[in-house]
């Protein structure tokens, strides 16, 4: 079997490492962008994809609009999508959940968060 493809999009280069790192020393198959619109142009292009892990917040469009777009393409919707931020608010957490988020996971992802992010692939 191949190892998981995991799409990473964080605009803030050092989250996008930590998560990478986390996700490879587990050995996933890790692509990272720093925005939303890379992540739908590499998701337009790209079908080996087996989750999205995404921050919440970002510039021009945030996790929460990545996660709308995903759920309404017939062909992305069945991808499981993390949400990751650093804020721990029950209003958007709830909100991502109700948008379909697999988890929330409050930042920084840390190795012992990935066997929980793996259980959704």
């Known amino acids: 079997m ?3 493809h995991v ?4 605009d803030t280069h050092v989250d996008r490492h930590v998560i990478s790192m ?3 020393r587990h050995n996933v198959r890790v692509t990272a962008v720093e925005s939303v619109m890379q992540a739908l142009v590499f998701l337009d292009s790209e079908h080996d994809v087996n989750m999205i892990v995404s ?3 970002m510039p021009e469009m945030t ?3 990545l996660l709308m777009e995903v759920k309404k393409s017939p062909r992305l919707v069945h991808l499981p999508v993390i949400i990751a931020s650093s804020d721990n608010i029950p209003e958007r ?3 991502c959940f109700d948008g379909g ?3 929330y996971i409050l930042k920084p992802v840390k190795i012992a968060d990935v066997p929980r992010i793996l259980n959704y692939i």
């Open 55 to 57: 921050d919440y917040c």
């Open 63 to 65: 996790g929460y609009d």
């Open 2 to 4: 191949s190892s998981p």
């Open 7 to 10: 799409l990473v999009v964080d």
């Open 101 to 103: 988020a697999k988890d």
């Open 22 to 24: 986390a996700l490879m």
């Open 93 to 95: 957490i709830r909100k």
